[in-house]
């Protein structure tokens, strides 16, 4: 795994190894973001796609939904967000398509970039039935769906960026979230990059410090 060594006896100082899922306020868990970035850009990113995972599961779960996938985040189980289909710096574009079936939906499409798209159990996803975005959680261990790890990301070494190919693969309705999941994952993504983007800064301010006090 990504986490061990030097990181994970940090990530034990600030109480995150074996609780990637908190019930801190937002503030406070951006701060610990800040502080793991500091030694692991990718780290922390991965810690902070658990956390959206959690919030969104949280706020717009069903309540079968929460009792199956909030535990194995406890038990540090990966999990992942994919909403735009196409470019991550792009405008939100969903391609994936929901169709409405008697006991759920099917999906079909590919998300490119996604993040741990390898590494992680399930994740958050977007879907366009008609006009209407829905989002849903996905289990990769379902049929219907195949993983492209892809590449390592320039500066993320431990974030691999691969895709989710979706053909006729089946959602439960306990699968579907409700209510504005989109405005949930902006407010909590805002604040995590931004926390993310502090700590890389300042850790690599931190490493220029030690290497310049050694010449």
Not at 55 to 74: C, D, M, Q
Request: proline share 2%.
């Amino acid at each position: 795994g990504i986490v061990n060594g030097k990181i994970k006896k940090h990530l034990a100082s600030i109480c995150f190894v074996d609780q990637p899922f908190v019930k801190d306020d937002k503030v406070t868990v951006a701060a610990k973001m800040d502080s793991v970035a500091k030694e692991c850009g990718s780290t922390a990113f991965a810690i902070a796609q658990i956390c959206e995972a959690a919030e969104v599961v949280l706020k717009h779960g069903s309540e079968e939904a929460k009792s199956k996938y909030l535990p194995t985040l406890v038990c540090g189980t990966p999990a992942a967000v994919a909403g735009s289909d196409t470019n991550v710096n792009s405008n939100f574009d969903v391609t994936v398509t929901a169709e409405k079936t008697e006991d759920g939906y099917v999906l079909n499409g590919v998300k490119k970039n996604v993040f741990h798209a390898d590494a992680a159990s399930w994740f958050i996803i977007a879907a366009k039935e008609g006009d209407d975005v829905k989002w849903f959680i996905v289990d990769k261990k379902n049929a219907g769906i195949s993983v492209s790890a892809g590449e390592i990301m320039l500066g993320f070494k431990g974030c691999k960026v691969g895709s989710l190919s979706f053909d006729q693969y089946k959602v439960p309705e306990t699968a579907l979230l409700k209510g504005n999941v989109e405005a949930t994952l902006k407010s909590i993504q805002a604040l995590n990059m931004a926390a993310i983007s502090s700590g890389i800064a300042q850790g690599a301010l931190n490493e220029a410090i030690e290497y310049v006090n050694q010449r």
